[in-house]
């Protein structure tokens, strides 16, 4: 098993800035792609950022440019930078992490953005 812990979420003002970090615990040889999914309010839970262990990335097209998503292999901790944040980023954002098939997922952390 993998355990994943969020944390980071919060309060911010439109055109502020969050990061978010996730920590992988447990079994964790073999981790390969981590990354964010969220969730708003009524709608589906729908990907955000990934990276792979050699650090490829692949990113919602909503979030280029705004959001950066890095790791440390060493810490088997991930990050998401949030820039230019936007109330359509409120949303409760989850961790992933898989290893081998299996995809693991974080509690989510909350974060809400005013206008």
């Known amino acids: 098993q993998v355990q994943l812990v969020e944390s980071g979420g919060g309060l911010v003002q439109a055109g502020g800035s969050l990061r978010l970090s996730c920590a992988a615990s447990?079994?964790?040889?073999?981790?390969?792609?981590m990354g964010w999914y969220r969730q708003a309010p009524g709608k589906q839970r729908e990907l955000v950022a990934i990276?792979?262990?050699?650090?490829?990335?692949n990113y919602a097209d909503s979030v280029k440019g705004r959001f950066t998503i890095s790791r440390d292999n060493a810490k088997n901790t991930v990050y998401l930078q949030m820039n230019s944040l936007i109330r359509e980023d409120t949303a409760v954002y989850y961790c992933?992490?898989?290893?081998?098939?299996?995809?693991?997922w974080g509690q989510g952390t909350q974060v809400t953005v005013s206008s």
């Open positions: 990276i792979t262990r050699g650090g490829n990335t």
């Open positions: 447990g079994n964790i040889f073999n981790i390969n792609t």
């Open positions: 992933t992490a898989r290893r081998w098939s299996s995809d693991y």
